[in-house]
């Protein structure tokens, strides 16, 4: 028995060893971003180490059964060779996928990574071919050098004199085992916020075990609906009360006309800290509507492009793009100018398949989509992305200004800035600040050529990011990383204005209906921030398992992992927590009856 005893906890200790590991080659990696001491070090080993000395669990239960059983049969040592392999290969990918994503999403691995797979191109254009290569590489090396680690344990293991006494000390183990695995005896089982310590996000994230971290969030991928329910529905409904309103009193008229052609233009990736080298952007701010204190509500594409035509809000960890079951239920700007004599398109340079996309364009209103497959090869293989910025914006021009009976509402979501920043334009040193040059020029451009047309006149061009961006060693919990510029311009606009109210994307759709004179009373949660029924100025942004908000009173941010508050810059952080709270169970719960 003490061979066995033996091998088990050698088994143990090195599965748990290499999740250390693992620990520390991705805080090195990271490094450049988030700077660290030697302390910092120690500290991530010491919180995480409950989470690995759970998560090892998992892994030695089929070692222990196999153990068990080699009391009264001799196993083929081929059996354990598998077993190694596999776990080899999972481990390998969790440490290089959860490391290596870590400066492109800025939270631990989990399982919203398998979404991707469904369009494998897009999801590499982000990086190039030797930034693949050599992860390939290192997947072979590590999986060979775990793998060989594991087959060194001695598996002969000798008779057992007593095989009931053997297999009576097996079963006396299990318990252990699973209260190990349960985290102990208390309520509160294993989970990634446990081992949570610091107000800086990366120590958190550098504690988190990736291999349990992408296990623990099968149950939340983007198109479940994950249930948040801290009240009441009456203690809900009053924390709720006038923070949605839906209609429009007073609302002063910005614009020239009431059926202009209508240009959104999502601009990827533009938060509003880029804004100093997006010189067009800014000298647009000065001449158009600016609204100078918008925020973003999500940290993705998918999610923000449901907040802007949906007015809709987005989740910690779900996606509503991704469920057409419930997306074709949305209200949308789309539908609503469609029903008042307008006709729709929708602009994309990518695979407009990609994280379910053409499904939420076509069933919320737009009836005609160009994408990458409506250019030339040479055209689509401008970007990593697909078709460059400045080709699409000229195909929207030209669609704009050709001669057309209905006012028109054309959407159109650039790509160029975002990785692998591969732009023709070569102003700025740095590649990230040079990419988003490059896309304030295609604006520019774009804005100058259709100043030179009659359509001009007819047209309102409205200029906002799908999400901002992580750029240096901003997070999600800052409030400058989650600002956004929102701004419409064109010959529309009646005057120049600054908007000062506190706002969010979702509120486009109210503003910009009761502009039009078109109700808007099906968005729920967009309000109209020119009417003088906006009486509580208030901005909400989800990140991956985590909440942000903002109001007079100042700003706040609450990790759903740790259920805390990290971020504390406001007269009462409690009050915000709890509005918060009531806007994730309330607009979850409209989510789940949505039908």
Partial sequence: ??????????????????????????????????????????????????????????????????????????????????????????????????????PFWRFKLDASCLQYLETPDDAMASVSVGYLLVRLLLIVALTALIYTAYSKLNVSFRAVRNRFLGTFCFLLSIPLIVIGIRGGLDESTTNVGQVYFSQNQFLNHSAVNPVFSFLSSFEKTANNIVDYDYYTQQECDQLMQGLYPTTSVDTPMLLTMQRPDIVVVLMESAGDFLSDVMPRLQQLKKEGINFSNCYANSWRTDRGTVCTYSGYPSFPTSSVMKMPSKTRHLPSIARTLQQAGYATSYFYGGDINFTNMRSYLIGTGFEQLTWKKDFSAAEQASSEWGVRDDIMFDAVLQQLTAPHQQPQLLGFSTLSSHEPWDVPLRHIADPVKNAFYYLDDCIGRFIDKLRQTPQWQHTLIVLLPDHSIGYGNMTETQQERNRIPMVWTGGAVKAPADITQLCNQTDLAATLLAQLGLPHDDFRWSRDVLSSSYRYPLAVHNFNNGFTMLDSTGFMAYDLNAMKIMVDHSSDARRLERLGKAVLQATTKDLKEMQ
């Fill in 1 to 102: 028995m003490a061979h066995r005893i033996a091998y088990l906890l050698k088994f143990y200790l090195l599965t748990v060893l290499l999740f250390i590991a693992a620990k520390v080659v991705f805080m090195f990696y990271n490094a450049t971003d988030n700077p660290f001491t030697a302390g910092d070090v120690v500290d991530v080993i010491r919180h995480g180490i409950s989470l690995d000395l759970s998560t090892a669990l998992y892994f030695l239960i089929l070692p222990f059964l196999a153990t068990a059983v080699s009391v009264w049969l001799v196993l083929p040592r081929w059996l354990y060779k598998v077993y190694y392999a596999v776990v080899a290969v999972a481990f390998t990918l969790a440490f290089v996928a959860d490391t290596s994503l870590y």
